[in-house]
C-alpha cells in the first residue's frame, strides 16, 4: 500500500472508525494523531487504534503519506496552512466533512490543489466521540471522494482503490455537487427530523401523551434530531445555499399537500404515498446513508418472569451478540413487545433464523 505513515487531526466517531479499520485491514501502517482533548487519543493508543500522540499538528506530521482531517467542518479548513508547511510534495490531504465548498476554497486560497482529495463517509451515528466508533461504520457505506483537478488521475484511484479496500463504496464527484446531493439527502432530512421533533414537543399537552406513545414511524423517522447540534449548526452555515434552495423545493411540496387535504382530493393524496413507495422500494440497500442502517427485529413474548433472559440465552448461545434489548409498550404492527437490536446484517440474519425455529414470532422490516 502506498500510504505507509497515515495522520488523523480530530478522532471522533468517525475518525476513529476509519483509524480501527485501517489497523484492521494494514496492521503495520504506522498511524499517528492529534486532538484538542488528550482523553480520546490515549483511548486509542491504548486499544491499538493509532501508534503515536502528538502533541501539536507538528513537524511529525511531515512524514505522513496521507492526513485525515476529522474535527469540526470549520476547523478542518483552519488546519491547512499550518499543514502547507510541513507535508512532502507526494503527501496526500483528505477530510470527512459533510460539505466541501468551504474547504475547496480554502485549498485554492493556499495553493494546495495538486495535494486534495476531499472526503465524505456516508455513514455516521447519533452518536459521537471515540468511544463510539467502531471498524465496521463505513462497511458497504458509499464514500464520496472529491478531488482536485491538480491532483494525478493515478492518486484518485489509488485514493479509490485504498477506501475500498476498507470495505468502503467509493464514488467520485465534483465538490460543488457532491454539496447539492448532500444538501437534499442528508442535510433537509435532519433539519426536518429535528423541526418535527420540536412541533410535537409545542403541540404536547402538560400529561405528554404524544411523547408517552411515539414509537414506530414517529421514531424511525426523527432518529437523527439526536445527532450533534455543534456538528448541525456548522453544516448548515457552510452549506446554505444548497439547503435553502432544496428547504424551499420541499416547503412548497408541502403546500401542495395542505392543498389536496384542503380539496379532499384523494387521487393526488393516493398518488402521493404510491409514487413514493415506488421510489423509496428502489433504493438499494448498499449504504447506510449519513446514519448507519439499524438491524432489528420485533418479537411477541409472553409477559412472564425470565422471557427476555431465554430469549438472550438462546442468542448468545448461537454467537449472536446484542447492541440492545427492551420493551416496547406500544403495539403497533411492527412494534410488537419486544424490540432487540444488532450491530451486523449477519447477526441479524441468523437471530430471525434462529428465533423462528424456537417458535417465536418475529417481526421484521
Not at 46 to 54: F, K, L, N, P, Q
Not at 101 to 112: A, N, Y
Request: glycine share 6%; net charge negative; hydrophobic share 40%.
Amino acid at each position: 500500500m502506498k500510504f505507509q505513515t497515515i495522520g488523523f487531526i480530530g478522532l471522533g466517531l468517525i475518525g476513529g472508525s476509519i483509524a480501527k479499520a485501517i489497523k484492521y485491514f494494514y496492521p503495520e501502517t504506522r498511524i499517528l494523531a492529534y486532538s484538542r482533548s488528550q482523553g480520546p487519543l490515549r483511548e486509542a493508543l491504548e486499544a491499538g487504534a493509532i501508534d503515536h500522540i502528538a502533541g501539536a499538528v507538528d513537524a511529525s506530521f511531515g512524514a505522513c503519506d496521507l492526513i485525515f482531517l476529522c474535527g469540526p467542518v470549520s476547523a478542518n479548513a483552519s488546519y491547512l496552512a499550518v499543514l502547507k508547511e510541513l507535508i512532502s510534495d507526494s503527501c496526500i490531504l483528505t477530510d470527512v466533512g459533510s460539505t466541501k465548498t468551504d474547504i475547496h476554497e480554502k485549498v485554492t486560497e493556499l495553493g494546495l490543489e495538486a495535494h486534495f482529495i476531499g472526503g465524505h463517509p456516508m455513514a455516521g451515528s447519533e452518536k459521537t466521540g471515540f468511544a463510539n466508533s467502531k471498524r465496521l461504520l463505513i462497511e458497504n457505506a458509499y464514500y464520496i471522494l472529491t478531488p482536485c483537478d491538480q491532483v494525478p488521475k493515478e492518486t484518485v484511484e489509488e485514493m479509490e482503490a485504498f477506501t475500498a479496500s476498507l470495505k468502503a463504496i467509493p464514488l467520485v464527484l465534483p465538490y460543488a455537487y457532491h454539496d447539492y446531493v448532500t444538501a437534499a439527502i442528508s442535510h433537509l432530512p435532519h433539519l426536518i427530523a429535528a423541526s418535527l421533533v420540536n412541533l410535537v414537543h409545542d403541540l404536547d399537552g402538560q400529561e405528554e401523551i404524544m411523547k408517552k406513545v411515539a414509537a414506530g414511524g414517529f421514531k424511525d423517522i426523527t432518529r437523527i434530531a439526536s445527532s450533534s447540534p455543534e456538528m448541525w449548526e456548522q453544516i448548515c452555515l457552510t452549506n446554505q445555499e444548497n439547503i435553502h434552495k432544496v428547504l424551499s423545493c420541499y416547503i412548497a411540496s408541502l403546500q401542495h399537500i395542505q392543498r389536496d387535504l384542503e380539496a379532499r382530493d384523494g387521487s393526488r393524496i393516493n398518488q402521493l404515498f404510491s409514487s413514493s413507495r415506488e421510489y423509496r422500494n428502489s433504493i438499494p440497500d448498499v449504504s447506510a446513508g449519513p446514519i448507519k442502517k439499524e438491524y432489528a427485529l420485533y418479537c411477541d413474548m409472553v409477559d412472564e418472569a425470565g422471557g427476555i433472559a431465554t430469549l438472550a440465552t438462546i442468542l448468545a448461545t448461537n454467537g449472536i451478540s446484542l447492541k440492545n434489548i427492551g420493551i416496547i409498550h406500544n403495539r403497533e404492527f411492527e412494534e410488537a413487545v419486544l424490540r432487540v437490536e444488532f450491530y451486523e446484517k449477519d447477526a441479524y440474519e441468523k437471530a430471525v433464523e434462529i428465533l423462528r425455529k424456537y417458535r417465536y414470532t418475529v417481526y421484521t422490516r
